[in-house]
């Protein structure tokens, strides 16, 4: 799989970057209380079908468990891959964080917010904007030439000199044919992380960020990543194209 791609290729992941730039457009108007989970998921699902997209997490196998939804829905301590849920009922004061992949003519595109329901609490406020700084911080790094660990350390430096923590178990990647591709993304550094940037890379950057510990758990359905402690997380992410310049981010 090749870590430089195309410019047809560069178009196609584009395309499918937009569907998913106009999902979340479209969504942020039904996040409020009194919403389940579920029809959120409903919601999306039926936007990227629109476009003439897939779901790209709908049935996406890891250990032999394929994901039952169409997004990843996570509340409040829930840190990434929430399952959406008849029975999870937005509340005033929740965080709610959604990521959405579009695959469409077989190139991918991925994308998560972390949103908020009516007033919530100043903590939860600072841990939002830190989080989505941090997401720029790490974007301003993803120049040719530079190594994915710039990346990293700028996520890293900022979140942690802002008194938040890493989640290190989960961490950003390649897109491309394939919705996790080379190179890994890592939200802090990493001495092994030998990648270096160059144009025509394209890169999901999306720092995970705790308001507590940084340890992580996953629940008994196998997929929602959950605070170890029970403190809130925020999860932000775009996809990124490397250029002979500025970089381009292809989900906003």
């Known amino acids: 799989m090749g870590l430089v791609k195309s410019e ?14 106009n999902t979340f457009d479209y969504i942020k108007d039904f996040i409020k209380e009194g919403v389940t989970t579920f029809e959120l998921d409903t919601l999306i699902e039926n936007k990227i079908k629109s476009y003439g997209g897939y779901p790209a997490f709908k ?47 077989g190139y991918f595109g991925d994308s998560a ?13 600072k841990l939002l904007e830190i989080t989505n700084e941090s997401l720029f911080k790490g974007i301003a ?8 660990n710039d990346i ?26 394939k919705l996790h591709e080379e190179p890994p993304v890592p939200n802090y550094y990493n001495p092994q992380n030998k990648y270096r940037l160059m144009k025509g890379m394209v890169l999901a950057i999306e720092p995970m960020v705790n308001y507590g510990s940084p340890n992580v758990k996953t ?3 196998g997929w929602t990543v959950v605070t ?22 292809l989900t906003i």
Not at 15 to 20: A, G, L, N, P
Not at 167 to 175: P, Y
Not at 228 to 249: K, N, Q
Request: glycine residues 10%; hydrophobic residues 30%; proline residues 3%.
């Open 59 to 105: 049935g996406y196998r890891v250990n032999g468990k394929r994901f039952p939804s169409s997004a990843c829905i996570s509340l409040n301590s829930e840190v990434v891959h929430g399952i959406p849920s008849k029975n999870t009922v937005l509340a005033v004061g929740d965080i709610i964080s959604i990521d959405i992949g579009v695959q469409k003519n």
């Open 228 to 249: 170890a402690d029970g403190e809130p997380s925020a999860h932000y992410e775009h996809t990124v194209l490397i250029t002979d310049s500025h970089p381009e981010i």
């Open 219 to 221: 629940k008994s359905d």
């Open 113 to 125: 917010y972390t949103f908020s329901v009516g007033e919530i609490s100043s903590k939860k406020k």
């Open 141 to 148: 790094q993803a120049k040719d030439g530079n190594e994915v």
């Open 152 to 177: 990293s350390s700028a996520i890293q430096n900022f979140v942690e000199g802002s008194g938040f923590s890493i989640v290190r178990e989960l961490i950003g990647h390649g897109v491309g044919k």
């Open 8 to 21: 047809k290729e560069i178009e196609l992941i584009r395309e499918s970057c937009k569907i998913v730039k």
